[in-house]
């Protein structure tokens, strides 16, 4: 998986939707589709979509599916992002040992 694969998935608002409602817990389509403003099948695509970018997986619960958040999906985006992360933070850490030099120097 990368993390195109993983951004061009969550590039659609109705997706990042569904991604958002999965954070609290496995959901039937049915489920998911009551709480937003597209059709159940509509719901459904959206659904293969996330699925094929390993964010979503899903499990037979008798004669209805549960989706999740497959966690592990995110991997390559993380991987993508924390060189970003690492920047920000020690940015953040050397403004902030600059203020508190130039404070105690006045």
């Known amino acids: 998986m990368t993390y195109d694969t993983v951004l061009s998935a969550l590039a659609d608002p109705t997706r990042r939707q569904i991604f958002g409602l999965l ?38 619960d008798g004669a209805r599916r549960l989706y999740r958040l497959d966690r592990a999906g995110l991997a390559a985006m993380r991987a993508w992002l924390e060189p970003f992360w690492e920047e920000v933070t020690a ?16």
């Open 91 to 106: 940015a953040f850490n050397e403004e902030w040992e600059r203020q508190l030099h130039d404070r105690m120097n006045t």
């Open 23 to 60: 954070r609290g817990g496995a959901s039937s389509v049915n489920a998911l589709a009551a709480q937003l403003p597209v059709s159940r099948p509509a719901v459904s695509q959206h659904l293969k979509i996330l699925k094929e970018a390993g964010l979503v997986s899903d499990q037979r």
